[in-house]
């Protein structure tokens, strides 16, 4: 069973950029496809980025798409997510997530971190 621990969150202005890190205990970590997921108040969870096992297939939202760039180290157990030129609306708790099965729903998605928050402000 893998656990995650996310990291990196913070207040920024807005235009500037955070770099969120996920840290996993996890043998196989090469086995996962790792998501980053987010959730504002009074909304529901929403996908942002998502990388294949290697690395090489990656996946994002429209709404983060040229801000946002997520990478892994598989020799680290690490996935990142750079943002970049963040805006007040991508102000949420920002979840990474493990899957065995490759996509971007999060119901495919079993194992998540605790979250880390990131504030934008205006």
């Known amino acids: 069973q893998v656990q995650l621990v996310e990291s990196g969150g913070g207040l920024v202005q807005a235009g500037g950029s955070l770099r969120l890190s996920c840290a996993a205990s996890?043998?196989?970590?090469?086995?996962?496809?790792m998501g980053w997921f987010r959730q504002a108040p009074g909304k529901e969870r929403e996908f942002v980025a998502a990388?294949?096992?290697?690395?090489?297939?990656?996946y994002y939202a429209d709404s983060v798409k040229g801000r946002f760039t997520i990478s892994r180290d598989n020799a680290k157990n690490t996935v990142y997510l750079q943002m970049n030129n963040l805006k007040p609306e991508d102000t949420a708790v920002y979840y990474c997530?493990?899957?065995?099965?490759?996509?971007?729903?999060?119901?495919?998605?079993?194992?998540w971190g605790q979250g880390t928050q990131v504030t934008v402000s205006s």
């Open positions: 997530a493990a899957s065995l099965l490759v996509g971007v729903r999060p119901e495919l998605y079993r194992t």
């Open positions: 996890a043998r196989a970590f090469s086995s996962y496809t």
């Open positions: 990388s294949g096992r290697s690395g090489g297939i990656t």
